[in-house]
């Protein structure tokens, strides 16, 4: 059995992945999650105690991280956490640079120290993988050759400047130090679990309740659609049989408008819990973001046949699934959107400080 030392795994990629190791393999994982307003504990309620271990922690804690990395001693860490959104990278960068910039410079920091205790066997198959995004790579016009790993980085919004910087870390950590860091740079994620604010879940969501349906712009923005599942595969086969410095773009094979999804949604929302009226007519169209990329596009060629990897989820299939399953869970959204789940959670700090505060010796 060994250990993997997981961070953001309480947002909606990490959750899926942890829940995917446990499904799917013997490990144990620590699970260190900052638990801001998309680290939702919910989405690990029912995992199984022994083998799994949330820790309320920033990354950027020193301390915290290499407590983690000697009390557990992981073979593996695979760093998800991260500032995500690029609408509040716009509205608020400084919370991006802090984390995922210095917080992955601290993780790097601290799995290095760590890495170089080891010795022998442990040693050589200790793995860092660093998960990234395609924005790193800017934008492509139509007809352009897809995003493979040699493609230029020309970040175009505050949260994946920060994302491309902290990729430029990851490399470096390994250049200079020899830290062996795997870097996957993903398209556009969708499934389980995804917070409300995200393009399907939000649409799903709205579109359930008879409310309008923003869309950027003209809607013609293009992204390549990765359903979470493979992901987590793909993310398995880099851990377990990736190069060590090397860069696996991850794609779904989807290209595919944001109207375009949105159509496809609006369609299959209405076949499944039929309306007075067809969903397409609650589609409004809205100004759009400023530095909106307006294509991505992955090559994913070097992970399949590097590490025998392909996606297994077509978009139709995956949707309909992630469909399903929002239905199924109606619960677990209507609780981040009443806001109950940070509300719970806020009490439960102010509960635990007013504790230390009593048990605290007097001046």
Known sequence: MSTIL????????????VRYVLDNTDHQVINLDA?????????????????????????????????LLAAHQPD??????????????????????????????????QALAYWSGLSGQRRDRFRFVHISTDEVYGTLKPGEPAFDEHH??????????SKA???????????????????????????????PEKLIPLMLINALNGKPLPVYGDGQQCRDWLFVTDH??????????????????????????????????????DQQVPMARPRRELIEFVEDRPGHDRRYAIDARRIKSELGWAPKMTFEAGLAETVSWY???????????????????????GARAVQASAEAPSA
């Open 6 to 17: 997981v961070t953001g795994g309480a947002g909606f990629i990490g959750a899926n992945f």
């Open 152 to 161: 230029q980085y020309a970040p175009n919004s505050p949260y994946a400047a």
């Open 232 to 269: 987590c595969r793909a993310i398995e086969a880099a851990l377990n049989h990736g190069q060590p410095g090397r860069v696996y773009n991850v794609g779904g094979d989807a290209e595919m408008t944001n109207l375009e999804v949105v159509h496809v949604l609006c369609d299959l929302l």
């Open 35 to 67: 638990l801001t307003y998309a680290g939702n504990p919910d989405s690990l309620a029912d995992l199984d105690p022994h083998r799994h271990q949330l820790v309320e922690g920033d990354i950027v804690d020193e301390d915290l991280v290499s407590g």
């Open 76 to 109: 593996a860490v695979v760093h998800f956490a991260a500032e995500s959104h690029v609408d509040r990278s716009i509205d608020g960068p400084g919370a991006f640079i802090r984390t995922n910039i210095n917080g992955t410079q601290n993780m790097l920091d």
């Open 327 to 349: 239905l199924d869970h109606t619960a677990w959204w209507q609780r981040i959107q009443d806001g109950r789940y940070r509300q719970e959670r806020l009490g439960l700090r």
């Open 165 to 195: 910087a902290a990729d430029h870390l990851a490399r470096a950590w390994h250049k200079t130090y020899g830290l062996p860091v795997i870097t996957t740079n993903c398209s556009n994620n969708y499934g389980p679990y995804q917070f």
